[in-house]
């Protein structure tokens, strides 16, 4: 079972990076997936859960209306498309699959290893 995340960079701030965690060794249908980070000296915190079998969306206030993630079950992956970048939204993304979302991973029973995102001021 292996989950590894692409896409992260150096954006300026009011940019956009367009993150993908791709799955190998299970099939995200009966999952929940979910796009954590991490900033340094912070805690984990939660970003967006989609659910692979009906589609159901969650979102942080952090990202609301900002962030969009959206998953293609043909290609087991699954997609962060993040827009109007802040500074703030600096940290390592990981995404994570399991049964159920909270904020801080608790029902997540896979990680990947994460991808950076920078975003300058």
């Known amino acids: 079972v292996q989950l590894v995340e692409s896409g992260g960079g150096l954006v300026q701030a009011g940019g956009s990076l367009r993150l993908s965690c791709a799955a190998s060794?299970?099939?995200?249908?009966?999952?929940?997936i979910g796009w954590f980070r991490q900033a340094p000296g912070q805690e984990r915190e939660g970003v967006s859960s989609i659910s692979s079998s009906d589609g159901s969306t969650y979102y942080e206030d952090s990202v609301k209306g900002r962030f969009t993630i959206s998953c293609d079950n043909a290609k087991n992956t699954v997609y962060l498309q993040m827009n109007s970048l802040k500074p703030e939204d600096t940290a390592v993304y990981y995404c994570?699959?399991?049964?159920?979302?909270?904020?801080?991973?608790?029902?997540?029973?896979?990680w990947g290893k994460g991808t950076l995102v920078t975003v300058s001021s």
């Open positions: 060794g299970f099939t995200f249908d009966d999952y929940t």
């Open positions: 994570a699959a399991g049964e159920f979302y909270t904020d801080h991973g608790e029902g997540m029973d896979y």
